[in-house]
């Protein structure tokens, strides 16, 4: 195997998905320390040593203790390097969640062991099915008050519709939680807290071990004995291959919080997942050992340094090894192009690099040439990756700047902020960009939105609730543009731009949506808008 194959064969890139609270980005953060990555959990640059999650970088995000943008960060554990997407849990940055999701090879589930399968799982596991990714479920807390374990795991099937099989099981939770016997070894790892040190210290056993008694106690011996028969002869099959196409979920037990079970879950998931996965380009398929560069843009993020006020373009590599200052074609722009000031992230420490290998995740400084879903390949390549889809918003208001001359900053921040695919924005076409209608997907973006562009461009805003709740992408027989005055229109539907002057059309209700279809016959209406039309 040449240096090149090793490179790509040793990587995994995986997003950790989860309902808001579930414990995500603590287990995120355990991943890091096993890395070597950070020496405390909640490791951050702050003041008066106040300390926030790692992949939490917006003042926003520490403020309000909940992530509201994907991070990524990179490490090296046991000869892997780990690209890790932490996603925000909460419904009303899903859309984030989901583009997130095209650049990772496999996903971690975590659920609350309190809690359950919650709405917000639902909604992001029905996204992995979609792309038949790898989903690892990690059911968390256990150090708490917990559900019984086989009722977690019908819930899981019955929800869900996949099969699980749990990896390890649980001896007992809260206050008892003494480990997790591990089915494969069929030993018993016993935990013992460590505070806030790199990981637990742990302790193997045999199950008929005679000591075992005094280590967990009688009851939860009896317990753990009477449990693990009933698993050997209910549970599914381990099968490779049905984990790989998302049939089957390995299942772990632990917590974050006390890192009890984090290491065995890690050690694990690096054996069953596979190096980067290939991807569509249309009719072909890239695949990762191509030699040829190839990649995406699967996220834009302004301001994450304030002092440069930088845009970054996140990348995945899908094919070949990137190499500084070499050339390489945008197949949107259809020019060439040097990428400036390539660098991988640790959430917003930042660290210049001169290569990457296919699996990895890139940033690189975009002068404002790059959008979502853009492919970017080696000089005398023109595939395109299948486009990220844009979703249509829910929720809708008209937003102005208080102060009419900072009308440039307002502009500039609404447009920036669009381009990362955070907000949508719109405008009644012909009358400029004076007020601006923002669609969104949940109404806490609007709460990022003000609070954006107060702090990043010092900019106010005045917003004002509209009555739409549908919006759909329209398409004339000609393809050419359509007039207001040739529409048959209720009162609650109107005509709008996107800014790169798509029309669209904003429904207060789904039966104004049908209305306007039956009376419109050369339109076409799209419920998705791709990333560039």
């Known amino acids: 195997m040449s240096q090149y194959e090793a490179e790509i064969n040793r990587r995994r890139t995986f997003a950790i998905i989860s309902h808001p609270d579930a414990g995500k980005t603590t287990l995120t953060e355990k991943f890091l320390l096993y ?83 919650e709405a917000q799982t639902r909604k992001l596991f029905k ?46 939770c809260g206050k008892d939680f003494m480990g997790v016997y591990d089915r494969g070894s069929k030993k018993i790892i016993h935990f013992t807290s460590n505070g806030g040190a790199k990981a637990a210290t742990a302790t193997e056993v045999e199950l008929g071990d005679p000591n075992l008694d005094g280590l967990i106690g009688q009851r939860l011996h009896q317990q753990l004995t009477d449990e693990i028969e009933l698993l050997d002869g209910a549970a599914a099959e381990f099968d490779l291959d049905r984990v790989r196409h998302g049939k089957l979920s390995p299942v772990f037990f632990g917590s974050a919080l006390t890192n009890f079970g984090v290491e065995p879950f890690l050690e694990h998931f690096l054996q069953m997942t596979t190096a980067p996965l290939p991807r ?61 000031r390539p660098q991988q992230l640790m959430a917003a420490e930042r660290e210049i690099i001169e290569e ?8 690189v400084f975009d002068p404002g040439i790059f959008s979502i879903g853009d492919t970017l390949c080696a000089p005398g390549k023109k595939f395109k990756f299948d486009p990220i889809p844009t979703f249509a918003p829910e929720h809708f208001k008209r937003v102005r700047s208080l102060d009419t001359m900072k009308r440039k900053q307002f502009l500039k921040g609404m447009e920036q902020i669009a381009q990362e695919g955070a907000i949508q924005i719109f405008k009644t076409p012909y009358s400029g960009m004076e007020e601006v209608i923002v669609g969104v997907v949940g109404t806490l973006q609007f709460d990022v939105l003000e609070y954006r562009l107060k702090n990043e461009y010092n900019v106010d805003l005045y917003m004002e609730g509209l009555p739409y709740e549908y919006l759909r992408w329209i398409e004339t027989e000609d393809g050419q543009p359509v007039k207001e005055e040739d529409l048959i229109l209720g009162t609650d539907t109107k005509l709008v731009e996107d800014y790169k002057g798509n029309q669209l059309l904003l429904f207060g209700s789904q039966w104004a949506v049908n209305w306007t279809q039956e009376r419109n016959k050369n339109l076409t209406f799209h419920e998705f808008g791709g990333t560039r039309f």
């Open 35 to 117: 890395g070597g990555a950070i020496a405390q959990a909640g490791q951050v640059k702050g003041k008066k040593n106040t300390r926030a999650a790692t992949s939490d970088w917006m003042e926003i995000e520490k403020q309000r203790g909940i992530s509201v943008t994907s991070s990524v960060m990179q490490f090296q554990y046991e000869g892997y390097c780990i690209n890790i997407l932490d996603t925000p849990g909460h419904q009303d940055f899903s859309e984030d969640t989901y583009r997130t999701l095209m650049a990772a090879d496999s996903a971690v589930m975590v659920i609350d062991a309190a809690k359950g399968v």
């Open 127 to 172: 996204v992995c099915a979609m792309r038949d990714i790898p989903i690892f479920t990690f059911i968390n807390k256990m150090d708490r008050e917990a559900r019984d374990s086989f009722e977690l795991l019908e819930e899981l099937e019955k929800e869900l519709g996949i099969e699980t099989y749990p990896v390890n099981w649980p001896i007992g």
């Open 280 to 340: 569509k380009a249309g009719d072909q398929i890239i695949d990762s050992m191509d030699d040829s560069f190839s990649a995406f843009v699967f996220k834009i993020q302004a301001n994450m340094n304030k002092a440069h006020r930088d845009r970054i373009a996140f990348m995945r590599i899908v094919s070949g090894k990137f190499e500084a200052d070499k050339e390489v074609y945008h197949v949107q722009e259809g020019k060439k192009i040097r990428l400036s």
């Open 356 to 363: 990457a290998y296919a699996g990895d995740i890139i940033g």
